[in-house]
């Protein structure tokens, strides 16, 4: 009689995914308008504007390795609460400034609730999910933020364009009231043995980050930079090659194609090990790429996001599930927020430079270089990670060996 796969879609599993979804719903509403709002009604620069992503993201990176450390130590349910109540309170007051400056300091606060959250989500989620699904039920936790992604933009912009500021803080609250509502039915059973007290005194600048999950937040970092050049620039990348008609549906394919893989990947990644799905997709990924550079109908432009989608969109998982396996059981949460804080500083970085760059080339060029630039990546993966592996489970058959002949 086989055995049965241990259970995947638990109460806690669903609750946590939700809370996750919920999160990135309220982020990205906000992410697209609050530019927008800044220039439109606020009456600022654009530099100014453009300051209040990047506050929110840098609180966020800053954040997240503390939160990591207090995760580690604190006990998982306890920063989640204290994270999402803090997410949540700070959407809330993005009805009192009335100034730029006031809505940067409301941005800060946010950006840490963010920040812890999403570490602790992670963090929960790597020990909730059985260990033999690991890769399958990581997958399904980022397609939560997948789908946030995809619906979030496009609400933020309906909400201010058919109703105003006003109405859109008020959703932004009420999802994010919503993250909160489902962090509370997580049952965590993690035994809490430390007190704050202890938390604070045993604080160290080393253990902010996970030294095994350092070499492969690496890799997500550097092939963050061109995922980062796809949200900040496929909407002006599609009125350049007029198809700006179908722009809006760019990432609706990404995330279909994401549903519809996901069963599929998760498996694979689980039963053959990280290198089966890796090396294919990076090859995946660029072909994207490629297409997206040489479009100019609404066929290949679509065709790319959905081959990125298949691409990109399993190996962002697929990193984060290695980061989470190398790391020692206790030292998840810790490796979730590494993974994070790294990844998000590519993801920065690459919004910055990949601005500079695409003031002196076309969209077409910088997609066209950014489809080989992404094959690089799988020799990055090979020397920090595959190797490094073999090398690993090399020496540790060599002792097993020498073990067993002592015997």
Request: glycine share 8%; with cysteine; aromatic share 14%.
């Amino acid at each position: 009689m086989s055995q049965s796969k241990p259970k995947l879609w638990t109460k806690n599993f669903i609750s946590i995914s939700l809370s996750n979804f919920f999160v990135f719903f309220s982020f990205y509403i906000l992410l697209v308008t609050l530019p927008t709002f800044a220039l439109d009604e606020l009456h600022t620069s654009a530099s100014k504007a453009g300051l209040m992503t990047t506050i929110f993201l840098l609180s966020a990176i800053i954040t997240r390795p503390i939160a990591g450390q207090w995760l580690e130590r604190a006990g998982n349910k306890k920063v989640l609460l204290t994270a999402v109540i803090l997410f949540t309170g700070a959407a809330v007051f993005y009805f009192i400034p009335s100034t730029i400056t006031g809505f940067l300091i409301i941005r800060l606060l946010h950006g840490i609730g963010f920040g812890m959250a999403t570490t602790a989500m992670g963090g929960i989620v790597a020990e909730i999910i059985p260990g033999s699904r690991r890769g399958e039920g990581m997958g399904y936790f980022v397609l939560s933020t997948n789908m946030a992604m995809v619906l979030g933009p496009f609400v933020g912009l309906m909400t201010i364009q058919l109703w105003g500021s006003q109405i859109l803080f008020i959703l932004a609250g009420v999802v994010a009231l919503g993250s909160l509502l489902a962090a509370l039915s997580v049952k965590h059973s993690k035994p809490e043995e430390n007190n704050e007290i202890e938390v604070l005194s045993s604080f160290s600048i080393k253990g902010l980050f996970e030294a095994s999950a350092v070499p492969i937040s690496i890799v997500g970092s550097f092939m963050a930079i061109v995922y980062s050049a796809l949200l900040s620039f496929i909407s002006i990348y599609a009125s350049e090659i007029h198809v700006e008609s179908v722009s809006s549906l760019f990432f609706v394919v990404y995330a279909i194609v994401l549903l519809i893989s996901r069963p599929f990947t998760g498996k694979w990644l689980d039963a053959y090990g990280p290198n089966v799905i890796t090396y294919p997709c990076i090859v995946l990924f660029g072909i994207g790429l490629f297409i997206l550079s040489q479009s100019s109908e609404a066929f290949t432009f679509l065709l790319s996001a959905g081959i990125i989608g298949l691409g990109w969109g399993t190996l962002f998982p697929t990193f984060q599930t290695i980061a989470i396996q190398d790391a020692e059981p206790r030292k998840r949460g810790l490796a979730t927020a590494t993974f994070l804080s790294i990844y998000d500083t590519g993801m920065a970085l690459g919004s910055f430079v990949v601005g500079i760059i695409a003031a002196k080339m076309d969209y077409s060029s910088l997609y066209f270089l950014f489809s080989f630039y992404v094959l690089i990546g799988a020799v990055l993966y090979y020397f920090l990670h595959t190797k490094k592996k073999r090398a690993f489970v090399k020496v540790e058959a060599e002792f097993q060996q020498s073990k067993a002949q002592e015997l």
